[in-house]
């Protein structure tokens, strides 16, 4: 059944448009509280958020929705994703909640889901909710309307917990490294945990206003990181994104290294040490096929799933991985998190740099990729994936490429976009089905 309101990572749209508006905010809550009151004890959700400016109306909002069917809610404050996932289970609360849109523009928002283990809700909770969105509520009596509080020791907890992630036996002392917030919800706690590990810390995107998370900045536009890095000579940065659930890195040359190089590498060292479950790890359809040969040079298998860092979580769940992650730089590692989490997945990457003690642009390339190119069409409406002419310009490519590489063509599950990847042995021949394609989908929108 088609979705109204949930996408691939919870719900997520342009502020004070439908859905990301105040009323369904509350309604998010509401629906939510009420799916979650199960049993007879005090109900507790915790909720954090970026540093978007609609944040403030979002967090209202919902806080407004929860009290009202009973549940008490636990503020946090701006703060990572992964944190409110491990809060959510560490405070033994029935639910919690993020306020917003990662990676995307301030002008967006979104409202992630957890359950009570930390983990980002299943289908079918999400499915459950959703039906309770467009029915009447059952509000609690005046005596049990729910309490809000503030905790204001949260990102303490959080660096104490990312910290405990890092080798006893490592510190940083000595390693320059550069650190890009996005102007999100990282901006004073990836600083701190870097700090109390011993690295030279030097900072850029830490001054949210508002309106400028992931402006010119951040895992989605590494320059101005690329800049820093060179002009103040840093052994590696570091970019998160807006929520930092989402990590890449720039070696000390300056060049961008994405997700698949980072599991490659963090994979590899867990296999030398022995503690690399599942016999490999799990990436999504857009990981480079270079990954895969790498892994297979090890003995090590890649198991593939949908986009989506919540269907490489349930896929490591299910077959007992515990190292998997998406080319774009959400990378979990379920020994530490239950979700992506930029900067763990940041401290394994500088734990492997000053053990291995290589240069990082030695360290972090794992593997040659193979051509690839990813293009992003905007679209109004409608189906564009089930033209005629879009259909046959697919099949068109898949004959050309002839076994020798792979083509994957998707809605995306959180903007209007057609997102059309192409890779192969043939750098030309990549570059022009992608354009091909792009271009009927572009006709067909």
Same mark, same amino acid.
């Given at each position: 059944?088609?979705?109204?309101?949930?996408?691939?990572?919870?719900?997520?749209?342009?502020?004070?448009?439908?859905?990301?508006?105040?009323?369904?905010?509350?309604?998010?809550?509401?629906?939510?509280?009420?799916?979650?009151?199960?049993?007879?004890?005090?109900?507790?959700?915790?909720?954090?958020?970026?540093?978007?400016?609609s944040?403030?109306?979002?967090?209202?909002?919902?806080?407004?929705?929860?009290?009202?069917?009973?549940?008490?809610?636990?503020?946090?404050?701006?703060?990572?994703?992964?944190?409110?996932?491990?809060?959510?289970?560490?405070?033994?609360?029935?639910?919690?909640?993020?306020?917003?849109?990662?990676?995307?523009?301030?002008?967006?928002?979104?409202?992630?889901?957890?359950?009570?283990?930390?983990?980002?809700?299943?289908?079918?909770?999400?499915?459950?909710?959703?039906?309770?969105?467009?029915?009447?509520?059952?509000?609690?009596?005046?005596?049990?309307?729910?309490?809000?509080?503030?905790?204001?020791?949260?990102?303490?907890?959080?660096?104490?917990?990312?910290?405990?992630?890092?080798?006893?036996?490592?510190?940083?002392?000595?390693?320059?490294?550069?650190?890009?917030?996005?102007?999100?919800?990282?901006?004073?706690?990836?600083?701190?945990?870097?700090?109390?590990?011993?690295?030279?810390?030097?900072?850029?995107?830490?001054?949210?206003?508002?309106?400028n998370?992931?402006?010119?900045?951040?895992?989605?536009?590494?320059?101005?990181?690329?800049?820093?890095?060179?002009?103040?000579?840093?052994?590696?940065?570091?970019?998160?994104?807006?929520?930092?659930?989402?990590?890449?890195?720039?070696?000390?040359?300056?060049? &961008?290294? %994405?997700?698949?190089?980072?599991? #490659?590498?963090? $994979?590899? /060292?867990?296999?030398q040490r *022995? !503690?690399?479950? @599942?016999?490999?790890?799990?990436?999504?359809?857009?990981?480079?096929?270079?990954?895969?040969?790498?892994?297979?040079?090890?003995?090590?298998?890649?198991?593939?799933?949908? &986009?989506? %860092?919540?269907?490489?979580?349930? #896929?490591?769940? $299910?077959? /007992?991985?515990?190292?998997? *992650? !998406?080319?774009? @730089?959400?990378?979990?590692?379920?020994?530490h998190?239950?979700?992506?989490?930029?900067?763990?997945?940041?401290?394994?990457?500088?734990a492997?740099l000053?053990?291995?003690?290589?240069?990082?642009?030695?360290?972090?390339?794992?593997?040659?990729?193979?051509?690839?190119?990813?293009?992003?069409?905007?679209?109004?409406?409608?189906?564009?994936?089930?033209?005629?002419?879009?259909?046959?310009?697919?099949?068109?490519?898949?004959?050309k490429?002839?076994?020798?590489?792979r083509?994957?063509?998707?809605?995306?599950?959180?903007?209007?976009?057609?997102?059309?990847?192409?890779?192969?042995?043939?750098?030309?021949?990549?570059?022009?089905m992608?354009?091909?394609?792009?271009?009927?989908?572009?006709?067909?929108?």
């Amino acid at each position: 059944m088609a979705r109204k309101y949930f996408g691939t990572d919870g719900i997520r749209g342009r502020t004070n448009e439908s859905p990301m508006t105040a009323e369904i905010a509350m309604k998010v809550g509401q629906a939510a509280g009420a799916h979650f009151l199960r049993g007879d004890h005090r109900h507790r959700v915790v909720i954090g958020k970026d540093t978007r400016l609609s944040g403030y109306m979002m967090e209202s909002a919902l806080v407004a929705g929860f009290t009202s069917v009973g549940m008490d809610v636990v503020l946090m404050g701006p703060m990572p994703t992964p944190a409110v996932a491990m809060l959510t289970r560490s405070m033994r609360a029935d639910l919690g909640v993020m306020i917003s849109a990662s990676h995307n523009m301030f002008a967006d928002n979104g409202i992630k889901l957890f359950g009570p283990d930390g983990y980002k809700l299943s289908d079918d909770d999400e499915a459950a909710i959703e039906a309770r969105l467009d029915k009447p509520v059952k509000l609690a009596p005046s005596a049990d309307i729910g309490r809000a509080r503030r905790v204001e020791d949260a990102r303490g907890r959080y660096v104490h917990a990312v910290k405990s992630s890092f080798p006893e036996h490592l510190r940083l002392d000595g390693l320059r490294v550069v650190v890009d917030c996005a102007n999100g919800a990282a901006y004073e706690v990836a600083p701190s945990a870097l700090w109390e590990l011993g690295a030279d810390v030097i900072t850029i995107g830490v001054n949210p206003n508002g309106i400028n998370i992931n402006d010119k900045c951040g895992s989605t536009d590494p320059k101005a990181l690329q800049d820093k890095v060179r002009e103040t000579r840093a052994d590696i940065g570091i970019a998160l994104d807006g929520d930092a659930d989402r990590l890449i890195v720039v070696d000390d040359n300056g060049k &961008v290294i %994405d997700g698949d190089q980072l599991m #490659a590498l963090v $994979a590899g /060292g867990a296999h030398q040490r *022995g !503690e690399l479950k @599942g016999g490999g790890i799990v990436a999504t359809v857009m990981s480079n096929l270079g990954l895969e040969r790498f892994l297979g040079g090890k003995g090590l298998s890649l198991h593939r799933t949908q &986009v989506g %860092d919540r269907y490489v979580v349930e #896929a490591m769940r $299910a077959e /007992g991985y515990n190292i998997g *992650g !998406e080319q774009s @730089g959400h990378i979990v590692m379920s020994d530490h998190a239950t979700t992506g989490d930029g900067l763990v997945a940041a401290l394994q990457v500088l734990a492997q740099l000053v053990e291995k003690g290589r240069p990082a642009h030695e360290l972090l390339h794992q593997f040659d990729p193979l051509p690839q190119l990813l293009k992003n069409v905007r679209f109004a409406g409608g189906e564009p994936l089930k033209d005629d002419k879009v259909i046959a310009a697919i099949a068109d490519a898949e004959e050309k490429l002839n076994g020798t590489g792979r083509l994957v063509i998707r809605k995306s599950g959180t903007e209007p976009l057609i997102r059309v990847m192409a890779e192969g042995e043939d750098r030309k021949l990549v570059e022009t089905m992608v354009d091909q394609i792009c271009e009927a989908v572009r006709k067909a929108a």
